[in-house]
């Protein structure tokens, strides 16, 4: 039997943090409002009018609101993972139920949208090409798996490094992430910010081993954590919106601000961690069962968005309405389904 590793830093193990049912379920909600266009829209999404652009609502709502689903999800799992003081075994067990996940949902999804033609246009070769459709999973929404597990193995090794190691890596990881989208810009290589880009979430990950590390200290200093965190974020939010907007990124994606190079969002997930561990918040029954569905509602919820929406169309003209109703019922069916499709279909390592 192997024997856990020894590390320089501790890592503190807390009770079950309840207010992690709260995030999961949360943000599991916001990647339907997001995919789904419920966040509304502004000139950041147009093309041609991007740089008349001023900051608005709904901006602030889609950029620092809906879109901080998939780095929350990415820290809780690196946070859960280092509190284990994971030996190479358990790496090892993550990275194979990541690996099934990512082979089985986007697989499924495309065949789905496109039948087998759509299978066989995949694009394998050249090798850089094998790689960026790994990454891409597909060009599917699922690319959170390729993501999670290359910061598995960061984790993995940031987690036997001693402490002053730790703080220059986290450090110099974030002003790279600060600078990508101004390289991006100058040099027309999109996929140095493209959404899909693990190392958008590697600072993310370097971060939530701190935390881990430092779990006693933040949880005594956490009003300080939150409120520096988010200053933080609001200094880095103000730079992105003035520096980092441009035409390049409408080459991957559907607005002029990159989706996830942004390190605004890591000091929000900071902040809204920080509050998630106060030993006070106790989840119900209900949060522990949409918490536990979340990575269903993730997995299931491209499957049911068009389909629902037509159907809702038909009966209600007003868009905006047939929207949010659509919405509520993708999210409804899903949980729904997760429950039949767990027991009696898919085994438990691909929709929990």
């Known amino acids: ?46 093309k041609s009018d991007f740089a008349k652009h001023t900051f608005v609502f709904s901006d602030f709502l889609n950029f620092h609101v809906l879109l901080l689903a ?32 990512l082979t089985f949902w986007p697989l499924i999804l495309i065949f789905y949208n496109k039948g087998y033609q759509g299978l066989a246009s995949l694009p394998w070769t050249p090798a850089a090409n094998a790689v960026y459709t790994i990454l891409q999973a597909g060009q599917t929404i699922y690319y959170f798996f ?36 101004i390289f991006t810009k100058s040099s027309n290589l999109y996929i140095a910010s493209a959404y899909w880009n693990p190392f958008n979430f590697i600072p993310l990950s370097f971060a939530a081993v701190l935390v881990a590390q430092n779990a006693s200290f933040i949880l005594k200093k956490r009003i300080f954590v939150i409120i520096f965190s988010l200053l933080l974020s609001l200094s880095f939010a103000i730079f992105e919106w003035h520096y980092a907007t441009g035409a390049i990124f409408f080459a991957g994606q559907i607005h002029a601000i990159p ?52 159907f809702v169309s038909i009966f ?19 949980y729904l389904l997760a429950i039949p499709l767990r027991k009696w279909y898919l085994r438990e390592q691909l929709i929990t």
């Open 1 to 46: 039997m192997s024997v856990p590793p020894k590390f320089d830093q501790p890592v503190v193990k807390l009770q079950h943090i309840e207010g992690i049912d709260y995030l999961r379920t949360v943000m599991s909600i916001f990647v339907v409002i997001w995919h789904m266009g419920g966040g509304g829209s502004s000139l950041i999404f147009s």
């Open 146 to 181: 390729p993501s999670l597990i290359l910061c598995l193995f960061a984790t993995f090794i940031f987690l036997r490094l001693n402490r002053n190691w730790q703080i220059i890596l986290m450090l110099s990881s974030l002003a790279l992430l600060a600078v990508l989208p």
């Open 70 to 101: 998939v780095p929350v999800f990415i820290f809780i799992s690196i946070y859960l993972f280092s509190v284990k003081q994971p030996c190479f075994a358990i790496l090892r067990k993550r990275v194979l139920r990541l690996s099934l996940l």
């Open 259 to 310: 989706t996830y190079t942004r390190p605004s969002l890591l000091f929000e997930v900071i902040a809204l961690f920080t509050v998630a561990m106060d030993p006070r918040i106790k989840s119900s029954g209900v949060i522990r069962f949409t918490s536990k569905n979340a990575l269903a509602l993730y997995c299931l919820h491209p499957f049911l968005s068009s389909p629902i929406s037509r």
């Open 316 to 334: 209600i003209a007003n868009k905006t309405v047939a929207l949010y109703i659509s919405i509520a019922l993708v999210v409804m069916s899903c």
